[in-house]
């Protein structure tokens, strides 16, 4: 039996920085950096996850949803 893995390469982007960069980028672009996972604008972005296949998709997460992540 042959089996075929389907992997996808993923950056996690933690650097304050970057981070604020791309919340620049976002908020010229008329968007909000807010966590993808919880929607919580409140809460402070811990991270990006940034998945390369399929057009670069960049996800925000705040630091809670960060550490719930397997």
Known sequence: METELNLIR???I?????????GF???CDGDD??????????RAIAAI?????????RWALCANCLLELP
């Open 33 to 42: 950096l807010i966590c993808r996972r919880c929607g919580d604008a409140a």
């Open 49 to 57: 996850l940034v998945v390369p296949a399929g057009g670069r998709a």
């Open 10 to 12: 993923i950056e996690l």
């Open 14 to 22: 933690d650097d304050p920085a970057t981070i604020a960069e791309v």
């Open 25 to 27: 980028e976002a908020r």
